[in-house]
């Protein structure tokens, strides 16, 4: 069976290189980061983001707990300010939207003001054969209408440049989805 996360991390580990940049744009617990991190090593850069305090907490844990090299810098802001804080180009990025897996707290989702500015600065940060994943929970009303926007704003882009793809699986449409947005 098409198992989606295995097929982001296959996206990931074809563009990122060792000693490379990457940005987890929504830190939580840190799954992603550190995914990045080991995939980056220890001559790479990994910045990551929450609004958070609690998933900069948890993810502390489980960069130690997976033996990660020491390449995370864990930033208490928000996604949409990454311009600020990331200056080098970046070989992959990762976005997965939504709210704090076992929070509790529903009202402190992704929103799509905030991810359009942070989708539109990854875009920006991205080196030439570089990927964006950006992972849509359309099982709520506000990750519904953040995969729509995403879609309209994504179907612009020119092909020349970027390649833009969706995985979903059709038959069951309030699963999770990704978009990939490779650069050439
Ligand atoms: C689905 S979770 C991410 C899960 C994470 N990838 C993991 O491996 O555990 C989404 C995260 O986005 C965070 N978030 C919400 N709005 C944000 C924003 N404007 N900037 C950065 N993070 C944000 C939430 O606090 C939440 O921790």
Redesign the pocket.
């Known amino acids: 069976m098409t198992d989606l996360s295995a097929l982001e991390k296959q996206f990931l580990s074809a563009h990122i290189r060792p000693g490379g940049v990457c940005v987890?744009?929504?830190?939580?617990?840190?799954?992603?980061?550190a995914f990045l991190s080991k995939a980056v090593g220890k001559d790479g850069k990994v910045y990551a983001?929450?609004?958070?305090q609690k998933?900069i907490d948890?993810t502390r844990k489980t960069l130690e707990q997976e033996n990660c090299p020491d390449n995370c810098v864990l930033i208490l802001?928000?996604?949409?300010e990454a311009a600020e804080y990331v200056k080098e180009k970046i070989c992959a990025g990762?976005f997965?939207?939504?709210?704090?897996?076992g929070?509790g707290n529903k009202a402190?989702?992704?929103?799509r003001e905030?991810?359009l500015k942070?989708v539109k600065a990854a875009v920006a940060l991205m080196d030439d054969d570089a990927v964006i994943l950006i992972?849509v929970?359309p099982g709520h009303e506000e990750g519904k209408l953040e995969g729509e926007m995403l879609s309209d704003y994504l179907s612009g882009f020119d092909r020349k440049k970027y390649c833009v793809s969706r995985f979903t699986i059709v038959n069951s449409p309030t699963s999770p989805y990704f978009f990939a947005i490779e650069s050439r």
Do not use: C, E, R
């Open positions: 987890d744009f929504t830190m939580g617990n840190g799954h992603d980061t983001f929450d609004i958070q998933a948890s802001d928000s996604h949409s990762v997965n939207l939504g709210y704090l897996p929070s402190l989702t992704t929103k905030t991810t942070a992972a929970y």
